[in-house]
């Protein structure tokens, strides 16, 4: 069975340094690798410091790399819809190459590369896929678009194409505006279902891991915890964290005693943020990481004696479902009681405090402006309700 392991973080914090080193260790531990870069920003050549061309490139023994070509993947998934819209915008009067320029939506052209996985994953024959994708942001929008496709795949798509199938002879003759064809809906269909393959097969956790990329930086830090919420809400589950450039103990000089103190102190931020994640460290090196062997003491530093094609976790650390007006945050908790927990609610986080533990959870957009309306803890599990309190509540 193949591993497919996604790697993405703030643009900046080495991401595809530590895709690299991944594929370079999992490629020297015999498992037939490919790395490919989702990100329009490529910067996966530069890392191995090796020309990669938009098919699967050989850079070492068992090792590929490819940096996708948007083009082709966009005329593949997005050509005929792209055409068609074109059209309508040059009967609006817009100039064709403009037209052309804004048939792209935002986020088309990752998801066109990010589709090549299921392409890679259905007719190769690797054993380890590593993805380095997008900057958070751009990966979270890419990856909730399955759910928002499937929404549109059995609710609306159905009527449109019906609708359009029963009017278009009286469309076409009463007005010249171009009526969208049959191939048209065809090539609609086959983007969401391929879309929702993607889902199935990046939300299997026996198969597919996210890894968040960070470094000892408060907004860093931040922003990879909101992913993390997110990636939990989606599905997708989050399998390790990369603590990335830590100023080594080994480095004496007082100009960076403060930079030290300040990576400890984030360091433990860490800890509590993304419990019970595996959470790897890597020194900031004393030169780029460029080439084979920097990737392979990256690699080193990372994963020491563990194989990082294995799955580190297969949980999700929390879930949020809605019942009825209320929202559930559930957060298994084993081997506690409740007289155990205290929670702090803050603008945008929910601390759970444990002891002299705690752990901070982003909420998600739907529940920041909600109250917390009750807690309870039960089969190693606490559900924490949110809704309005200023409303009459179903027990949850």
Request: glycine share 6%.
């Amino acid at each position: 069975m193949s591993r497919i392991i996604l790697y993405t973080g703030k643009g900046g914090v080495g991401k595809t340094s530590v895709a690299a080193a991944t594929a370079t260790r999992c490629a020297d531990l015999g498992h037939k690798t490919i790395v490919v870069s989702t990100d329009a920003a490529h910067s996966l050549a530069d890392s191995f410091d090796l020309p990669l061309g938009p098919e699967p490139t050989p850079i070492g023994d068992k090792l590929w790399g490819q940096e996708i070509d948007v083009l082709y993947q966009m005329e593949k998934y997005w050509g005929n819809v792209q055409r068609y819209m074109a059209t309508v915008l040059e009967w609006r009067g817009l100039d064709d190459i403009i037209a052309e320029e804004m048939t792209v939506f935002p986020g088309m052209e990752e998801v066109a590369s990010l589709l090549q996985i299921v392409h890679l994953h259905d007719d190769w024959d690797y054993e380890v896929i590593i993805v380095d994708c997008a900057p958070t942001g751009a990966t979270l929008q890419l990856l909730a678009m399955p759910e928002i496709a499937r929404w549109y795949l059995e609710k609306i798509f159905p009527i449109e194409k019906k609708t359009i199938q029963l009017t278009r002879p009286v469309l076409r003759a009463v007005i010249d505006l171009p009526i969208p064809d049959d191939e048209l809906f065809d090539a609609v269909e086959e983007l969401i279902l391929e879309l929702d393959r993607m889902k199935t097969l990046l939300t299997d956790p026996h198969k597919s891991s996210v890894r968040l990329v960070l470094n000892p930086e408060k907004m860093v830090i931040k922003e990879a915890q909101r992913a993390f919420t997110y990636l939990n809400l989606y599905g997708y589950v989050t399998d390790a964290v990369i603590s990335n450039r830590l100023m080594p103990s080994q480095v004496q000089d007082s100009y960076f005693t403060s930079w030290k103190e300040i990576h400890k102190k984030y360091s433990q931020m860490i800890e509590e943020a993304f419990s019970p994640l595996l959470i790897l460290k890597v020194p900031l090196f004393d030169q780029e990481v460029v080439g084979l062997d920097m990737l392979r003491r990256m690699a080193e530093s990372i994963y020491g004696e563990r194989d990082p094609a294995e799955v580190f976790f297969t949980g999700q650390t929390h879930t949020i479902e809605k019942k009825d007006d209320l929202y559930l945050l559930n957060i298994p908790l084993p081997f506690v009681g409740k007289e155990d927990i205290q929670l702090t609610r803050s603008a945008e986080e929910l601390i759970v405090h444990i002891g002299n533990r705690k752990r901070n959870i982003i909420l998600p957009r739907a529940l920041m402006p909600l109250d917390v309306l009750g807690a309870r803890h039960e089969e190693d599990m606490l559900v924490v309700k949110f809704g309005e309190a200023d409303k009459e509540r179903v027990p949850a």
